[in-house]
Structure formats: structure tokens, C-alpha cells
């Protein structure tokens, strides 16, 4: 929150349940000097997620005729924050946004207003027992840069989407996809983009699917090549699940290509895998009997009729992509049968 906190705070909190998720929760209400603040954690002790949003004046009259016959935020906190009770207040988590619903009661007309929570912290806990539990000082640093790297790649909405470009694109995707698992998933991907090409998706396609247009390399040319701003997503037979993203055209060269905005990688792990050196001529390579294929080495290799044999290999730890030096991070193993894999391309703004 960038608002500094009123010396006098005022604050109300409920403990509120929802009933489709069987989960309580604590809501709070707190105002700040110039907006209105909500957060929403798990009402357990050791809580690992946590929702906020802060409203502005000016966005708050927005939302709602019912505020317009104010004239500050102290007057809409008194007036209408202080006059209802948790019997007013409903809530619901869908696609790991915390959505609050007020019904209030003013002038004699009944309102409904709903605020939308995002998802801020998670799993915390995990670093207080990692920092506690390193004894030496190079394991210390390593985890923390892995914990650095998923809080990275976990948290907000990369590039500021709202609410209605983000569910737009995640319903898109969702449609052809049978790989991305919920929105942690999808919001990985976008702050992997963030970093790399920094700009804003308007269109996501389906190039192929393995299981769907055929599993060998010849189709996955025949449909991929020559088109870039790629994305690979991979499952295993052991529901392991990662890929990669590469702007650089894939084409049968028998060559590597340089592509300094690629990345891979791991949904399980929630982890993206930049680059060690962004001037590489190795991010991604292009062959005819191959398939999508990301690194020298290489850090991951899809091959011909993957669905049919075990052929494919994760080698990530040593190659073009920066795991800090964890072997086989994306598989869990060298070699690896693919259940299915989709790529995609996608348009920018």
C-alpha cells in the first residue's frame, strides 16, 4: 500500500465463511488518508495467502451511485462501512481472486456493491523455515534465490492487466488448453513475458496439439515453423508439467538460434528459468526430426513421436537456461515420456 496510514486508523473486521470452499476467512476494512482499504486472509494461525486492494475517493465513487452524496472518505467509511454486519456480507474465491459482495441498505435502496481481492503473499512460511534451517552460507544463498524467483514470478497481475483483460485471455487459453492448470499457472507465463518481450498479449492461438494433430516432428514443423512469439507447454506421463517460450521463429535449419527474450518454465515448481548469458546464440534448436527444443545441450528436448516412447530428456542444470544448477528441474527426470504438448502463438498489443 503506497497511502500513508491515518495516525488514527479506523479499521472493522469480520470473520466471514465460504461455504462453496468450506474456508473462514477474517476481512478487513481500514481506511487510509485518501482511499479505502480491504484485506482477506485464511483465519488460521499459520495463514500462507493473503488478499488486498485499496480504493481511491475517486474510484470509490465510481463503483457506485450510492456514494456520490458524500463528500470525503471519512464520510463514506462512517455512513456506510459502520452500518452493516456480517450477515450484509458475502464472499467467494474464483480463479484465486477473493470477490467480497456488500449488500447495504441506504436511503430506503438496497445496493450491492462487490469488491475483488488479488492475491498478494503466499507460502511465507516456507522462507521463515528455509532461512531457518540453512547451515551453509552457499546453500543459504541458493535458496533464497529460488524463493526470490518464485515471489518474482508469483505475485500481482504482470504489466497491470484488470480484471477483464486478464480473464479474457485466461478463458481464451483455458479453452485449448489442457495443461494450464488455474490462474498461478497462466500468471506465471505473464510475468515471464513481463521480463522478456514487456509487452501486453491481445491474442492467443492454438498452433497444434500432439495428441489432437499427431505427435511427430513433421507436424509440429508443418504447423510451428516460421511462426514466432511461441509457446510451449508440456505434461509428462508422471503429470509433470513445464514448457517454454521463445520470440524467434522455429524453422529446420539443423541450427540454433539466438533469441534473447526466451525463457522456460516449471508449473509444478512455479519457477521461470531465464537465460545465463541473454547474448547466447542457444536458446532454442531447430531441426527437422526434432521438436520444440529450448537450450544446448539441450535444457529440454521434445522428440519425434514423444507420445510413444520415452525418448525426450529434460537436461536442464548446466545449459543455456539458469536453474542454479538443479539437474532435471521440469521432468524430475533425464528421460521422460510426453503425455501431450500444445503450442501457441501469441499476438501483442
Known amino acids: 500500500m503506497e497511502s500513508k496510514i491515518n495516525e488514527q486508523l479506523k479499521s472493522k473486521t469480520f470473520s466471514l465463511t465460504d ?9 478487513k476494512i481500514f481506511l487510509y488518508e485518501e482511499s479505502i482499504g480491504l484485506s482477506a486472509y485464511e483465519a488460521k494461525e499459520n495463514f500462507d495467502t493473503e488478499y488486498k486492494k485499496e480504493f481511491s475517493y475517486e474510484e470509490l465513487l465510481e463503483l457506485s451511485n450510492i456514494f456520490k452524496m458524500y ?4 464520510d463514506i467509511y462512517d455512513e456506510f462501512f459502520d452500518n452493516f454486519e456480517e450477515s450484509d456480507i458475502s464472499l467467494n474465491i474464483e480463479n484465486l481472486n477473493f470477490i467480497v459482495s456488500f449488500k447495504a441498505k441506504l436511503m430506503k435502496k438496497t445496493e450491492n456493491i462487490n469488491f475483488i481481492l488479488i492475491q498478494q503473499k503466499i507460502k511465507i512460511g516456507n522462507l521463515v523455515y528455509c532461512l531457518s534451517n540453512s547451515n551453509e552460507i552457499d546453500d543459504l544463498k541458493k535458496k533464497i534465490d529460488s524463493l526470490k524467483n518464485k515471489i518474482d514470478n508469483y505475485f500481482g497481475f504482470a504489466l497491470d492487466y484488470d480484471i477483464e483483460e486478464f480473464d479474457k485471455l485466461f478463458k481464451e487459453i483455458k479453452t485449448y488448453t489442457r495443461i494450464i492448470g488455474g490462474v498461478q499457472d497462466f500468471n506465471l507465463i505473464l510475468n515471464g513475458i513481463k521480463k522478456t518481450v514487456n509487452k501486453k498479449i491481445k491474442n492467443i492461438k492454438l498452433l497444434m496439439r500432439a495428441t489432437i494433430d499427431g505427435n511427430s516432428s513433421s507436424t509440429f ?3 510451428c ?42 508449473f509444478d515448481n512455479q519457477e521461470v528459468y531465464y537465460p545465463k548469458n541473454i547474448n547466447s546464440q ?51 527426470e533425464y528421460n521422460f515420456k510426453v503425455l501431450d504438448y500444445e503450442v501457441f502463438q501469441i499476438e501483442f498489443s
Open 19 to 27: 461455504k462453496k470452499n468450506k474456508m473462514n476467512y477474517k476481512l
Open 71 to 74: 463528500e470525503s472518505i471519512d
Open 225 to 266: 515453423d516460421n511462426k514466432s512469439f511461441t509457446l510451449v507447454l508440456v505434461i509428462t506421463d508422471k503429470n509433470r508439467r513445464f514448457g517454454g517460450f521463445a520470440s524467434t521463429a522455429w524453422d529446420q535449419s539443423g541450427s540454433y538460434k539466438t533469441d534473447t527474450q526466451s525463457f522456460i518454465f516449471s
Open 221 to 223: 514443423h508443418q504447423k
Open 282 to 332: 542457444s536458446a532454442i534448436y531447430c531441426y527437422s526430426s526434432y521438436g520444440p527444443t529450448f537450450g544446448n545441450g539441450h535444457d529440454f528436448y521434445i522428440a519425434n513421436s514423444c507420445t510413444d516412447n520415452n525418448s525426450s530428456y529434460d537436461n536442464t542444470s548446466s545449459y543455456h537456461y539458469n536453474t542454479q544448477g538443479r539437474k532435471n528441474v521440469l521432468a524430475m
